[in-house]
């Protein structure tokens, strides 16, 4: 093998990522090989470090000073001043390539966004625009409209509250992280979590699970079967989740659910004889409904670990 023209090569990679000219001097050429596979270190290593997406990584998981990351940064031109927001993508059923390649396609104006995956589960996108906010909500379900049926996966989207500098992009990769664990919890039926928009499951979510159990305890009639009670599946809670979205009304609630208004009061009836409560009283309706996230809530840390 011709060393000194693969050495000549190999020097000119690393000028090319460094900016820097490099001259070497050999005295035993035995030692050719091994010096190139140093100056292949080196340059592999620089452009690890300078990897943009590695660096705007390592800034949202805090593995990077601040001085650090400003400087590189700077080297990297990335603006520091721009409005962004975070798009925080798991899924399941796809590899992170196979979801990068599909949004690439998706975004045609990549200076606009960043790809940066977190892990094989875990994808975040950042999102730039200049003069007019983008519609947060419709970009999410545009995003997972678009992977739900190119990339066939379970997807869910989390996205944070827009940020105007560099040094906020970790506040808003924590406030996508948080909209995501919120919205698992306690709208698991739903796909898409804004951290400004995440309801009552924002409060509920900080209350120790110790008073969450008292609450269970005072309002509920059979707290111990509540957890696994009828009262409580699925049918039952969109029921009364229309049921509230229709202002209490009866005729227009069972319309919407294409079922018979005898079948609707039987389901309530069902809810009072398991819970004592009465869900055409408003004030229990919500009762009901808080109790249900609450419920919720407690199922989820009694499969982890506790809150108490």
Known sequence: MNYDQELVKTLNELKRVTGLNFSI?????????????QIR????????????????????????SEDEFL????????????NRVLYLITMDGADNSEIITILKNMFP???????????????????????????????????LDTLNTEALAQVKIAYSEVTSHLLKLPVAYQQACFAMEVGKIFYCNQSIYGHDNLGIGRLLYDIPDVLC???IKEKLKDPLSSYQSTAFEADMLHTVNCFLDNNLNIAETARQLHIHRNTLLYRMEQIEKETSLDIRQFHQAMTYKISSLILLKLAGTDSGSSRD
């Open 25 to 37: 001097e050999i005295d035993d050429e035995d030692q050719t090989p091994e010096i190139i596979r």
């Open 41 to 64: 270190g080196l340059s592999n290593a620089y452009k690890e470090k300078n990897n943009k997406n590695l660096v705007i990584k390592k800034w949202l998981t805090g593995s990077i």
């Open 71 to 82: 400087d590189l940064a700077k080297k990297l031109h990335i603006p520091i001043e721009e």
């Open 109 to 143: 104006n990549n200076s606009n966004i960043w790809l940066i995956p977190i892990n094989a589960t875990q994808l975040v996108l950042l999102y730039s625009f200049y003069r007019i906010e983008p519609n947060l909500k419709e970009n999410a379900y545009a995003i």
């Open 213 to 215: 159990k008292d609450y």
